[in-house]
């Protein structure tokens, strides 16, 4: 099976601007999570979606935002990006059992200056 | 809320020496336990994870972790480290479907 794959892998945006970032989740993986990682928070949970409603919640500002579409695909939109944003934003995808382990991509390194 | 500890931000061993990474979580309620491996440059790839069926947890690339619910235990462990197992180790835990993540430790392994 193909792992999950996040799209793109570096992006380098303006303060301000606004960036969508995309991830596919394993074959068959209907719950998609999304984490911020960086050097002084380490890893944090954003949010999760599962059958294209989120169901969880991190303590992230509004600004942060995601979707799922049918197809489990999922997109994470951040908007008026500010210099703490940059991290690298990681995508994993599990199969919804309770519990169940999850499977991260390779992350998009996102660089605001 | 519960919460995981991992001692030790790095850790450095020599080639061939045991490698012993520490995680304590803080929970009332036994959760699902997790490590996970992050090399540079990459996503964070699953070692093992502890399911209550047995308190011993043999993962991937020999490393195995034992759960101990007296102590809020949930300790890595691999006989002899080779280089290749230098990376930065995770420790999570969930309670359903959101993980949260120790600081890491990077373990380095001199030749």
């Known amino acids: 099976k193909a792992g999950v794959t996040q799209t793109p892998r570096y992006l380098i945006k303006t303060r301000g601007q606004q960036v969508t970032l995309s991830c596919s989740p394993i074959?068959?993986?209907?719950?998609v999570s999304w984490y911020q990682q960086t050097p002084g928070q380490g890893l944090q949970f954003l949010f999760e979606?599962?059958?294209?409603?989120?169901?969880n919640k991190g303590n992230f500002p509004g600004r942060f935002s995601g979707r799922q579409f049918s197809n489990s695909r999922s997109e994470m939109n951040v908007s008026t990006l500010e210099l703490g944003d940059s991290a690298l934003y990681l995508c994993?995808?599990?199969?919804?059992?309770?519990?169940?382990?999850?499977?991260f991509g390779p992350g998009t390194r996102l660089t605001v200056t | 809320a519960q919460s995981v500890t991992q001692l030790g931000s790095h850790v450095s061993v020599s080639e061939g020496a045991l490698v012993l990474l520490r995680c304590n979580y803080s929970s009332s309620v036994p959760p699902y336990l997790f490590w996970y491996v992050q090399y540079p440059n990459q996503g964070l790839q699953l070692l093992l994870k502890y399911t209550s069926a047995a308190t011993l947890v043999k993962g991937i690339n020999g490393f195995e972790a034992e759960f101990k619910k007296s102590e809020t235990s949930f300790h890595l462990t691999k006989p002899s480290a080779h280089m290749s197992d230098a990376a930065e180790y995770f420790c999570a835990v969930t309670h359903g479907y959101q993980l949260t993540f120790g600081k890491g430790t990077k373990l380095s392994v001199i030749p």
């Open positions: 074959s068959g993986h209907r719950s």
């Open positions: 979606y599962f059958s294209e409603t989120q169901r």
């Open positions: 994993a995808s599990s199969s919804d059992s309770f519990g169940d382990e999850q499977y």
